[in-house]
């Protein structure tokens, strides 16, 4: 067999090709992308593969065609409300927004609701793989929204809370302050599959706090998804005597400054 570069490559997948490889009898085989084959017939998968939303059918046993770039990127297929009974019929592996429209301009966007299994762990049932904690991590971040096929589809948002569905416990709601973009959102006629991953921050984030009341307690709330610098002062900015403080960082977007009496001042967080 001639080395697999040799060969000339197909620039367009569609459900009649054909990939070459072993079953789960570790027999080797070939398998279509889409069609109706399956049994001795020459192989074949049971659902149509899906490629620019040509198809009325998803594959759901191709699972490994999703090449992410960010540890944190994460793959969802987009679904609005009309694609269900209802907008609680939520389902695994996506995104949805509380609207019936197929396409929904990223600029009009201002929360999302994730499933906890993204699309890719979402196909490995019984027990597929959860990302809730990393798209936490996301909190106060910007974050890049785009479509797989096409990356110049996109929009960049900061991402401002990450809250568990009450009545969907598998689904989170994060909130999103949009920024710029390019194109929509799209369901129609299938769901399109799009990437979320961290994007370009600002340079060194920082936060001044302000101590107007008096206090031996200074609550800072920086939410810079850190835990920063602490410079603090007593007096007014900019002619503040700076002091030693005490810090307690309680997480990584507050922290508290103790001191041995009441005062006023500010703080640079950095």
């Known amino acids: 067999m001639a080395r697999i570069s040799t060969y000339s490559i197909d620039p367009v997948l569609n459900n009649l090709d054909k990939l070459h490889g072993s079953d789960e009898l570790d027999v080797t085989r070939n398998f279509r992308l889409g069609g109706t084959g399956g049994g001795t017939g020459g192989g074949g998968t049971s659902n149509t593969f899906i490629t620019n939303n040509t198809f009325t059918t998803k ?25 269900h009974a209802s907008g609680t019929d939520y389902k695994g592996g996506t995104i ?40 936490a ?23 401002t809370s990450f809250v568990q569905d009450s009545s969907n416990t598998n689904f989170y709601d994060m909130g999103l302050t949009h920024i710029s973009s390019n194109g929509n959102l799209c369901c129609t006629p299938l769901a399109d599959l799009y990437i979320i991953e ?9 936060y001044t706090h302000v101590q107007n009341t008096a206090s031996s307690t200074w609550t800072v709330n920086h939410n810079l998804g850190k835990r920063p610098a602490i410079q ?39």
């Not at 927004?97 to 019984?126: M, Q």
């Not at 106060?140 to 110049?152: A, D, G, R, T």
């Not at 005490?246 to 967080?269: F, M, P, R, W």
């Open 59 to 83: 594959n759901n046993s191709i699972t490994n065609y999703i090449t992410e770039c960010d540890p944190r990127a994460l793959a969802f297929l987009f679904n609005n409300n009309g694609l």
């Open 96 to 135: 949805n927004i509380s609207t019936n429209l197929g396409n929904f301009p990223f600029a009009n966007v201002t929360t999302l609701k994730f499933s906890k299994f993204p699309y890719a762990t979402h196909l490995n049932n019984p027990s597929p793989n959860t990302a809730q904690n990393i798209l």
């Open 137 to 159: 991590e996301h909190l106060n971040l910007k974050v890049i929204i785009y479509y797989i096929e096409n990356p110049n589809i996109y929009g960049i948002f900061k991402v």
């Open 198 to 206: 961290p994007w370009a921050q600002d340079g060194d984030l920082h």
């Open 232 to 270: 603090a002062f007593t007096g007014n900015i900019p002619s503040g005597q700076q002091f030693e403080a005490d810090v307690e960082h309680v997480n990584n977007n507050q922290c508290k400054i103790y001191l041995s009496a009441d005062n006023s001042g500010y703080v640079y967080c950095n």
